[in-house]
């Protein structure tokens, strides 16, 4: 199973991949982990994106490409979190999934309205070392500033500051909302509103998700 899970940021994708992961054993890929690990690392990889992702802007499709190319064929199966976010990079996706005979089997939009939006991205925080998140009003980690997982600290993205967010959903409007109609085309895609609590948006997903799916 590949599923693609669409909606802007602070939909809540990472939280629920997480959750869906866990109780599928699908593999969890987030793009935005992936790239956070290269920052943390000092990869030239990370040297590159650290730019783009402080000002809320995409990375070059072609890093995002390369970097993601060689886990989707991944036998356990891969949750999309975060990606395809431009039309160049869905038209890839199908491309390299051609190529190895295996197709998108599901596309979930998660829909938030903005002013929700903008509400959970400026009480969101994060693990620095294992990127779980929180929500500093709804769901704070036990110890302030502590993660619950693994201990390590606890920290606002740089790209959850007020002007990063004005210009993700700018970015998100122009350059991935338009992967919501591509795949819209091509496919059923299933609306979720995933307003709510995590867990009845995790019963929502998975309702969606269900037929056929490996879910328990
Ligand atoms: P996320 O954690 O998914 O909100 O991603 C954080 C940041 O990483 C984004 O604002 C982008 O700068 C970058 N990023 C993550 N995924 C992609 C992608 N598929 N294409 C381009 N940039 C991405």
Known sequence: MRIVLLGPPGAGKGTQARRLAESTGMTHLSTGDMLRSEVASGTELGLLAKKFMDS???VPDSNIIAMIQQHIDDPAGVLLDGFPRTIVQAKSLDKALDQISLPVD????????IDELIRRLSSRVVCKECHTPYNLELDPPLESGICDQCAGDVIVRDDDKPDAVKNRMKVYEELTAPVLDYYQLHRNV???M?????????AKLTKAIGSGAPFN
């Open 56 to 58: 809320g802007d995409l």
């Open 106 to 113: 599901q596309v979930v939009h998660m829909a938030v309205d």
């Open 190 to 192: 299933a609306e979720v």
């Open 194 to 202: 995933a307003t709510g609590t995590p867990d009845a948006v995790f």
